[in-house]
């Protein structure tokens, strides 16, 4: 029988270092993968994944989805520290063995899990209907005013008969709740603790909004740094088994970001938005060109923010954009004086050309915009 495969997850305890010795030296598994970056726990093709309980990013969500990539996972509990074991338990781990025992039974424990190719019980996530609502991803270069176009997006679609779910994943400046006057909580952080911890719904991380709801994004400095792109792409997960629609405002989605690149790369559709001005297009370019490369099958709709009412100015725009990419459909969205007094009250825009604008935008889309009157 062929050694199982291990991802052993480092750390500065001692058993890991004599297992992987020991793996190194005696043979009875094979470390495929020493892990240190949690976003790399399903790259490497490996059987099964060992840990301790000090590992931040053992969840159950992440037990969950090592589960369904045909991977099991042993804990490995510290005698000193009983509430270890229950963490591990708590996490949803196959097999449990204590850091003290010979390092040889730590690898009889790791062979003796069931393999990829066991029948495995049914999880109660396989109860859950697969996630099916369509994922809309709203980015852009700074200043071009991409949040109230994914606001303006929502209520659209939201007006047209499918409540959406907005979700604030800007990784510098969230912004959707000052704009729209709600209260730093509860915000993305409930939403994650509920995915990734178990703990509560993702319906308590929700505010409800005119016709659309809304994720807050993540209060204090550099929200970034506490944000993990399994963690994020989960959560838009959960969200789409509940809303047809989900709205993702990813404003900073051109810099080198693993959640920006993996949001990108799940999304059924990606808004592009720059400001309609020789400026805001050279930008909005360079913005473009670092971005499409973490596209996967998304359709590409661009948006002509603040754009002037000339024909010929609003032509010379559409002919440099269609120089440089070619998109599923372009929208002019014109200046309206409705958006200052809608950010100074809180609220949604009223209905005039940026509305309207925005409606067409939905449609092509493919997610149902408001109805005309």
């Given at each position: 029988?062929?050694?199982?495969?291990?991802?052993?997850v480092?750390?500065?305890?001692?058993?890991?270092?004599?297992?992987?010795?020991?793996?190194?030296?005696?043979?009875?598994?094979?470390?495929?993968?020493?892990?240190?970056?949690?976003?790399?726990?399903?790259?490497?093709?490996?059987?099964?994944?060992?840990?301790?309980?000090?590992?931040?990013?053992?969840?159950?969500?992440?037990?969950?989805?090592?589960?369904?990539?045909?991977?099991?996972?042993?804990?490995?509990?510290?005698?000193?520290?009983?509430?270890?074991?229950?963490?591990?338990?708590?996490?949803?781990?196959?097999?449990?063995?204590?850091?003290?025992?010979?390092?040889?039974?730590?690898?009889?424990?790791?062979?003796?899990?069931?393999?990829?190719?066991?029948?495995?019980?049914?999880?109660?996530?396989?109860?859950?209907?697969?996630?099916?609502?369509?994922?809309?991803?709203?980015?852009?270069?700074?200043?071009?005013?991409?949040?109230?176009?994914?606001?303006?997006?929502?209520?659209?679609?939201?007006?047209g008969?499918?409540?959406?779910?907005?979700?604030?994943?800007?990784?510098?400046?969230?912004?959707?709740?000052?704009?729209?006057?709600?209260?730093?909580?509860?915000?993305?952080?409930?939403?994650?603790?509920?995915?990734?911890?178990?703990?509560?719904?993702?319906?308590?991380?929700?505010?409800?909004?005119?016709?659309?709801?809304?994720?807050?994004?993540?209060?204090?400095?550099?929200?970034?740094?506490?944000?993990?792109?399994?963690?994020?792409?989960?959560?838009?997960?959960?969200?789409?088994?509940?809303?047809?629609?989900?709205?993702?405002?990813?404003?900073?989605?051109?810099?080198?970001?693993?959640?920006?690149?993996g949001?990108?790369?799940?999304?059924?559709?990606?808004?592009?938005?720059?400001?309609?001005?020789?400026?805001?297009l050279?930008?909005?370019?360079?913005?473009?060109?670092?971005?499409?490369?973490?596209v996967?099958?998304?359709?590409?709709?661009?948006?002509?923010?603040?754009?002037?009412?000339?024909?010929?100015?609003?032509?010379?725009?559409?002919?440099?954009?269609?120089?440089?990419?070619?998109?599923?459909?372009?929208?002019?969205?014109?200046?309206?004086?409705?958006i200052?007094?809608?950010?100074?009250?809180?609220?949604?825009?009223?209905?005039?050309?940026?509305?309207?604008?925005?409606?067409?935008l939905?449609?092509?889309?493919?997610?149902?915009?408001?109805?005309?009157?």
């Amino acid at each position: 029988m062929a050694e199982p495969e291990i991802a052993l997850v480092f750390s500065a305890e001692e058993w890991v270092e004599q297992l992987h010795r020991h793996c190194s030296d005696h043979g009875g598994a094979r470390v495929r993968q020493l892990l240190v970056d949690p976003e790399l726990a399903l790259d490497e093709e490996y059987s099964t994944l060992v840990t301790g309980h000090r590992w931040p990013a053992l969840t159950p969500a992440l037990v969950d989805d090592l589960h369904r990539h045909g991977r099991s996972v042993l804990g490995v509990w510290d005698r000193g520290e009983p509430e270890s074991r229950l963490l591990l338990s708590a996490a949803g781990v196959d097999g449990l063995v204590a850091s003290d025992v010979a390092t040889s039974e730590i690898v009889d424990a790791i062979a003796a899990l069931p393999r990829p190719s066991d029948a495995a019980p049914a999880f109660v996530d396989d109860l859950i209907p697969a996630a099916s609502g369509r994922r809309v991803v709203v980015g852009g270069p700074a200043g071009a005013g991409t949040t109230e176009i994914a606001i303006g997006l929502a209520a659209a679609v939201g007006r047209g008969g499918v409540r959406p779910a907005l979700v604030d994943l800007d990784l510098v400046a969230p912004a959707v709740a000052p704009r729209l006057g709600l209260p730093p909580e509860p915000n993305l952080r409930n939403a994650i603790d509920a995915v990734e911890f178990r703990v509560g719904s993702v319906h308590d991380a929700i505010a409800r909004v005119a016709t659309f709801d809304v994720v807050a994004g993540l209060a204090g400095n550099a929200p970034r740094a506490r944000l993990r792109a399994p963690e994020a792409l989960r959560v838009v997960d959960a969200l789409a088994r509940e809303y047809g629609v989900v709205i993702i405002d990813l404003a900073t989605g051109g810099e080198d970001s693993a959640v920006a690149h993996g949001l990108l790369g799940v999304a059924d559709a990606i808004v592009a938005v720059g400001v309609a001005s020789p400026v805001g297009l050279a930008r909005f370019v360079n913005w473009l060109a670092e971005t499409l490369p973490s596209v996967g099958a998304a359709d590409l709709h661009i948006v002509m923010n603040r754009a002037p009412g000339q024909a010929f100015r609003r032509g010379e725009l559409h002919d440099e954009v269609v120089a440089t990419v070619r998109p599923q459909s372009l929208t002019f969205v014109p200046t309206d004086r409705r958006i200052d007094e809608a950010s100074w009250s809180g609220a949604v825009v009223g209905r005039g050309p940026f509305t309207r604008a925005l409606r067409d935008l939905a449609r092509r889309i493919g997610a149902p915009g408001e109805r005309a009157r």
